[in-house]
């Protein structure tokens, strides 16, 4: 039976070779956030589950669960499973006008508690400020993180796949990249797949910005052309995201200066600080609420759960990498980052790389750590050391088949950016790729 921690290129082969020896119960052609999870909690129930996708694995979640949603419970529960992935972010959301109803609410923030909220803010009278509470998402690494979940579960999952339909109870499933010569016979109960409805699509831009040197205790909310933009802090960067139709450089020119003006003459945002940007199209239903709906209606469908049995079922499936001693809140994760740190330091890696590191892959850095120091005389102490055994986790765990697999699984932003670990491409393809 192929080892359901090494979830490699190497074991293609050995688990196109196991499924077949199996009538599965239910099996998609694609892979994304609710395929994934709905095998997880397939699996745990005792049925049986395969995934194969024709491409990498479909990233199609947004990043943020507004304050809205932020409340919902099967939202609460998914978020208590990857506390390291699904983390709450407490947001000044600053407007212009003051609301002249504000002070009837409790989170409107006056003009002299500000500082003791943002003390870099510097704001005009008119202005009025909201304390408001949501989630950032790792939206590539939650996937990640459920992905290999469902695979130690005993779901067979292959990304880089051609899937042919034989007849109505067989699936002929042959490797895209010609490392297995053979195709393969898989026998199904249910070929089975989410709703692929027309859906509107919304523009959104994402904008990743240097610090500046700037310490924010929250993130930022803010309108320009009545567009809302928010400004989520990371470890080593800023993240913009708003929602426009006018993409030019004068609208990204018009964010950055507005940007500027809620701080001090000495702060001021342009251009060149801009890392990198992308213009995103997303549909209507990829928050994580619109997720779970449709997930929860496809459960109640094929597995018979009903609303409370699902929502209760996010909480009793096994997951990978969330060991973290019952540390769930984010003091508590910020703790035993730093106690992880403390654990890693004399490999020579710094605060922010390995921060990054930690919440990327959860309670298994320390799988990692410890093969930093058995390779610390290989490579020497610091981020080339690191560079290797990230590589050499994703490898192993992750099935990365192509340099493309790679910068997926790291979802970086900045390849250039030393804390992200990223390892040089001509050096990943001749250990790997060849």
């Known amino acids: 039976m192929v080892d359901s921690s090494t979830f490699s290129i190497e074991n293609r082969q050995k688990i196109l070779e196991e499924a077949t020896a199996s009538k599965f119960d239910f099996v998609f052609s694609s892979c994304g956030f609710k395929e994934a999870l709905f095998c997880l909690l397939a699996s745990s129930l005792g049925f049986k589950c395969a995934m194969f996708c024709e491409e990498d694995f479909e990233i199609e979640l947004d990043t943020v669960v507004d304050t809205k949603n932020a409340v919902l419970k099967p939202i609460i529960n998914l978020r208590e499973r990857f506390p390291h992935l699904i983390l709450p972010d407490e947001y000044l959301h600053v407007q212009k006008e003051k609301n002249r109803f504000g002070r009837m609410f409790s989170n409107t923030i006056t003009e002299k508690d500000l500082p003791r909220y943002e003390s870099a803010l510097q704001l005009a009278k008119d202005y009025s400020v909201v304390l408001e509470s949501e989630f950032k998402i790792n939206a590539n690494r939650l996937l990640m993180s459920i992905i290999k979940s469902a695979f130690a579960n005993g779901v067979s999952i292959l990304n880089h796949v051609k899937c042919e339909l034989e007849n109505e109870i067989e699936l002929i499933v042959s490797d895209r990249l010609n490392l297995i010569s053979n195709s393969f016979s898989i026998r199904y109960h249910k070929l089975v797949g989410f709703a692929s409805a027309e859906r509107e699509r919304r523009t959104v831009l994402y904008i990743y910005l240097d610090k500046n040197g700037i310490f924010l205790k929250r993130s930022l909310k803010f309108h320009v052309h009545n567009k809302l933009v928010r400004l989520i802090r990371y470890q080593d960067y800023f993240l913009l995201i708003c929602e426009s139709e006018d993409m030019n450089l004068d609208f990204i020119k018009t964010v950055l200066h507005e940007l500027s003006s809620m701080f001090g003459d000495d702060v001021s945002f342009c251009e060149d600080d801009i890392l990198s940007s992308k213009i995103v199209q997303v549909n209507s239903n990829s928050n994580l609420k619109d997720q779970l709906l449709a997930l929860e209606k496809f459960c109640k469908l094929h597995l018979d759960l009903s609303g409370s049995q699902f929502v209760d079922r996010l909480n009793k499936f096994l ?60 490579y020497g102490p610091g981020e080339k050391l690191w560079q290797n055994v990230q590589l050499w986790y994703l490898y192993q765990h992750e099935m990365i088949c192509s340099i493309y697999d790679y910068y997926a699984r790291i979802g970086t932003i900045d390849n250039a950016n030393q804390s992200n670990l990223i390892i040089d491409e001509e050096v990943m393809n001749s250990c790997l790729f060849v």
């Open 319 to 378: 997951i990978i990498d969330s060991n973290f001693e019952g540390r769930k809140e984010i003091q508590d994760l910020i703790e035993f980052a730093d106690f992880k740190f403390d654990e890693a330091k004399q490999t020579g890696i710094e605060p922010i790389s390995f921060k990054n590191v930690f919440y990327r892959f959860g309670s298994d850095t320390e799988q990692l750590t410890e093969l930093a120091y058995e390779w610390r005389a290989k």
